[in-house]
């Protein structure tokens, strides 16, 4: 099992930034993935970026690519989603997950709120 803890998440202006992070803890060590997802409200969960475990590649949304950075801390068991320029359609629910063989595995999930 896989424990995914998330925190970091708020409320902004337009503009500005907002960094999520989310620990990871338990039957860590076979994890491929770690990324973040979300969701709006009456929209379907997106991917918003990923980074491979092995070797750290790492893959955004079109619509983040260029605002949105995503990093690891291999020594925490951490990754970050660092937010800058954030819009009003970045509002959603944002979930950090993890993919471990073929098994996922998903944060509470926080919110951040962009305010026009």
């Known amino acids: 099992q896989v424990q995914l803890v998330e925190s970091g998440g708020g409320l902004v202006q337009a503009g500005g930034s907002l960094r999520l992070s989310c620990a990871a803890s338990?039957?860590?060590?076979?994890?491929?993935?770690m990324g973040w997802y979300r969701q709006a409200p009456g929209k379907s969960r997106e991917l918003v970026a990923r980074v491979i475990t092995n070797g750290g590649s790492t893959n955004y949304a079109d619509s983040v690519r260029g605002r949105f950075a995503i990093s690891r801390d291999v020594a925490k068991n951490t990754v970050y989603l660092q937010m800058n320029s954030l819009k009003p359609e970045d509002t959603a629910v944002y979930y950090c997950y993890a993919l471990r063989g073929w098994t996922d595995y998903w944060g509470q999930g926080t919110q951040v709120t962009v305010s026009s």
């Open positions: 338990g039957s860590i060590r076979s994890i491929n993935k």
